[in-house]
């Protein structure tokens, strides 16, 4: 039932409240996501933190995001760690995980289910 719901969950992309990162679109999402930027508009380089592979929201977020699996993903990630040209997102276990992360960090950026939001985060982009 849980994954259910996760599923079915309204995604965001989120920073720490003190970010100076305001809105994001969705080729910018996934460009950063995908490793083909390193530059968060108008807040530098973003530490980008994702969730792993088990857990449904992030195959939902790169399936709408960026037209990818989960694996394809991971394979783009692959090619650009082997080439030196890139290092992955930093992985974490789940949304609150990245919440925290984001939180204590104003260069983060993560995705989390939109009912996760509090005042500790902003929203850049809503997943539709």
Partial sequence: MLVAH???AQMVVVAGINSPAKVLTREQTAALFLGKSSQLPGAGIP?????????????????????????????VWSRLVFSGKGS?????ANSAEVKKMVAANPDAIGYIEKSAV?????ILFTID
């Fill in 47 to 75: 530490v980008l933190i994702d969730q792993v592979e088990t857990v449904e929201a992030r195959q939902m977020f790169y399936t709408k995001v960026t037209d990818k699996t989960a694996a394809q993903v991971k394979a």
């Fill in 118 to 122: 509090d005042g500790t985060v902003k």
């Fill in 6 to 8: 996760t599923c079915n």
């Fill in 88 to 92: 992955p997102p930093k992985e974490v």
